[in-house]
């Protein structure tokens, strides 16, 4: 297990190159919003009960997409980086019914920090940087969390199966990353690819959609 001080993650300058390039660096990533935000009209939007649990929000941007469907939703944005929630409660500044914690995944499994359900449960490339025993763990969690009815999606990187699909997005990766420097007008090499390779998991695994709910 590697607490959540001790990685990259914790430090302000790294999170804040990281959401400054996820345009660039995370392939697809409009378009992965755009799907979250379908997922949640054709699931959520008529329900009536949307309380909603983001975790690990980073700069808030997944809450925001789904205020712009839901603008009375309540939210809690769960995060082990005081940088990143800043930047997220200015992102969500003018929203009142929003509540922000500090804390890793190792923080919330120790500890019943949040004591409410949920109807609504996001995570977008967060999970994958725990070890296999946590996720599980995790994935219960969140499982205890849901009220009944509820959905749970996590948009995250996938491991490779074999070493050649492995090389294989690994160059769809690296492609991508010159188109979208290119249409930006960036030449030569950018920091979005060094800080990208320092994320485990995320240089060579195309993004997946997990959806879950409970009955």
């Known amino acids: 297990m590697t607490e959540f001080d001790k990685t990259n993650w914790a430090k302000p300058d790294f ?11 995370v392939v697809e990533r409009r378009r992965m919003l755009e799907i979250l ?6 699931h959520r939007k008529d329900t009536g009960d949307n309380a909603v649990l983001d975790l690990g929000c980073g700069d808030g941007i997944l809450t925001h997409e789904l205020l712009t469907v839901d603008p009375d939703l309540s939210a809690t944005l769960v995060d082990g980086s005081a940088a990143m929630l800043e930047r997220a409660q200015g992102r969500l500044e003018g929203f009142t019914v929003i509540n922000c914690v500090q804390a890793s995944f ?70 991508w990353i010159e188109q979208m420097k290119a249409s930006h007008g960036i030449t030569g090499k950018g920091s979005a690819t060094s800080s990208r390779n320092t994320s485990r998991g995320l240089k060579t695994s195309p993004t997946s959609l997990i959806t879950s709910s409970r009955h």
């Not at 359900?117 to 070890?131: E, G, Q, R």
């Not at 946590?134 to 996938?158: A, C, Q, R, W």
């Not at 199966?161 to 090389?167: E, F, I, K, S």
């Open 15 to 25: 999170g804040k190159r990281f959401i400054g390039e996820a345009n660039i660096s």
């Open 37 to 42: 935000k379908s997922f949640f009209r054709h």
């Open 106 to 175: 190792q923080d919330m499994l120790r500890d019943d920090i949040l004591n409410q359900k949920f109807d609504f449960i996001v995570s977008s490339l967060a999970i994958h940087h725990l070890s296999s025993g946590e996720k599980k763990e995790l994935f219960g969690l969140v499982y205890l969390l849901l009220s009944d009815g509820g959905h749970f999606l996590n948009i995250d990187v996938v491991l490779a199966p074999t070493p050649a699909l492995d090389g294989f997005y690994m160059n769809l990766w690296q492609e």
